[in-house]
């Protein structure tokens, strides 16, 4: 007996994203968008997960000389690496912990001031 693997593409029973949803997920990349570009970095195009669960957008951040994968999801959630809480546990639903994630992921290179600086 043969077992069939199914493919991994999305069910036909799969929900589209409510406008509920998509306002969500814009509202999450255009903090994500604004923190970035304060900081000098940059974010690829998004690219629509294929996955079943849940509605999820990826793009790749670019900021201080390293890359990471980001993904933003239908309920808003921003998830950086993989990652969907900030280095205290809370969520990455707002500024604030998306914020702290970002300075977490991509910290600040040293310059020549902070290398004289006795600590």
Partial sequence: ??????ENTPSEDTKPQT????QKQFEAKAILARIVSELGGTISSWERSAAVVGLWDYADITLNDKTERVGVSGGGVVSINGKPHDPEGNVNDSETSVGASIAAAFPAPETDLDMHIVR
């Fill in 1 to 6: 007996m043969h077992t069939k693997i199914k």
């Fill in 19 to 22: 406008a509920s949803e998509e």
